[in-house]
């Protein structure tokens, strides 16, 4: 399996709604990302999970938490979220954090 | 500070011209890595080629070609007799990791219109 899947591939949500975006790889990936793309935007790094430790973009508001339960699972949940938020949302993996990237298709959201 | 320049936000070429995008970048870093990236109409982002800072070889594969110098920081792709197929968007990249942690920055990105 070479791929990343992400579910759902779109989510309309208002602001008082709690979801969540799913990420998996079975690549045995050690290192699992979060981007943030705008349209015409190239992606922001949002959230990096590698070698069982988060690290965070400091500039990503806590309404964003990112949960690893396992290796190959990278969750995003969303709370209270405001249309600003409305992006596609990326997730990737790779071996180590210094190797290519692979992409999975993204989650369009859109925030009410 | 970290930083990725592309500053060629589109180009037009016609199929069978060679057209070169161009990545600039800053870093204080000495160990760093580039990237290149395509992201089709379709969305999804495919990774098309990473250089590590202490390798300055340049790269070729099929009709695409990379020169990377650490003398003018710059990592540049060529795309020899361009295809309809290779109309996308081009990101180029940077990651690197320090005491202010793991990072990638993507460039603004480059839009390739390939015409027939």
């Known amino acids: 399996d070479t791929e990343v899947t992400q579910t759902p591939k779109h989510l309309v949500m208002g602001m008082t709604n709690k979801k969540s975006l799913k990420c998996e790889q079975h690549m045995g990936h050690r290192a699992m990302y979060w981007y943030k793309q705008k349209a015409k935007k190239p992606p922001e790094l949002m959230f990096v999970y590698s070698y069982e430790k988060l690290s965070i973009n400091e500039s990503v508001p806590s309404r964003f938490s990112p949960e690893c339960p396992n290796s190959s699972l990278l969750n995003l949940h969303l709370h209270a979220l405001q249309p600003e938020d409305s992006a596609l949302y990326l997730c990737?993996?790779?071996?180590?954090?210094?190797?290519?990237?692979?992409f999975g298709p993204g989650t369009r959201l859109t925030v009410l | 500070a970290q930083k990725v320049t592309q500053a060629q936000t589109e180009i037009s070429v016609v199929e069978k011209e060679d057209v070169t995008l161009d990545c600039v970048y800053e870093t204080r870093d000495t160990t760093y890595y580039l990237f290149w990236y395509k992201q089709p109409p379709s969305g999804e982002l495919v990774f098309l080629i990473r250089r590590n800072s202490f390798d300055e070889q340049n790269e070729i594969s099929g009709r695409y070609s990379w020169n990377f110098q650490k003398s003018t920081s710059s990592f540049n792709f060529t795309i020899t007799a361009s295809q309809v197929v290779d109309s996308a968007v081009y990101f180029c990249?940077?990651?690197?990791?320090?005491?202010?942690?793991?990072?990638?920055?993507f460039g603004a990105g480059t839009r390739l219109f390939v015409k027939a």
């Open positions: 990737a993996s790779s071996p180590d954090r210094y190797n290519e990237q692979f």
């Open positions: 990249a940077l990651s690197e990791d320090n005491t202010g942690g793991f990072k990638t920055i």
